[in-house]
């Protein structure tokens, strides 16, 4: 579905019209659930933000411009409720844990159809090892095809940090990347 039929099916959502604003999920489910996937390691956790996206989107209909995309919207609803998730379980880290060391849990993938593709590729386990902050930069630029001035206001931060963390995670992408035997050039 393009953004013009997606936009009339927005306008229904809007007024309080479940099956338009179930059109909608159906439309963006998988874009939105690939992205939360490669930014959380945790499988439940995943399925918690996702859902909270569209809770967060039905809340927040009347702060949607039209004149915008309307991907590029729910992309920054996404990548800011990913940001806090993270933030929350920090907390709850240092208030419950505080000696502990934190493991990362690897995630099953194999469920789920959207992201067989992505795992095929060497290079999507190197983007995995990226810091948070490189990796959102990352997602957005090569896996959503986002300008870095758009990135910046996805994420609220000048486009100069922008610039800063896409060269510093290409920078690490091709050190790890020759460090597995590739000789291919990341752009």
């Not at 390691?41 to 809770?55: C, F, L, R, S, T």
């Not at 959207?114 to 095929?120: A, D, G, K, R």
């Not at 999507?124 to 957005?140: A, D, P």
């Not at 910046?152 to 020759?178: C, N």
Request: charged fraction near 25%.
């Amino acid at each position: 579905m393009n953004d013009n039929e997606l936009h009339m099916w927005l306008e229904k959502a809007a007024i309080g019209d479940e099956s338009a604003f179930q059109l909608v999920y159906q439309a963006t489910h998988q874009d939105v659930y690939r992205t939360v996937a490669f930014l959380i390691y945790n499988k439940q956790d995943i399925e918690d933000i996702v859902n909270e996206v569209y809770m967060r989107m039905w809340r927040s209909f009347h702060t949607y411009d039209p004149n915008r995309p309307f991907r590029f919207w729910l992309h920054g609803i996404t990548v800011r409720l990913v940001q806090d998730w993270k933030r929350k379980a920090w907390r709850r880290i240092r208030l419950f844990e505080r000696n502990r060391q934190l493991t990362s849990e690897h995630c099953d993938w194999t469920d789920k159809a959207v992201l067989q593709s992505e795992m095929q590729h060497d290079l999507f386990g190197l983007v995995r090892q990226l810091s948070y902050k490189l990796r959102v930069v990352v997602i957005l630029r090569y896996f959503h095809d986002y300008a870095l001035e758009e990135i910046a206001d996805i994420l609220q931060i000048p486009v100069g940090t922008v610039k800063s963390r896409h060269h510093l995670a290409l920078k690490e992408l091709r050190k790890q990347f020759g460090m597995t035997g590739g000789d291919a050039y990341v752009n």
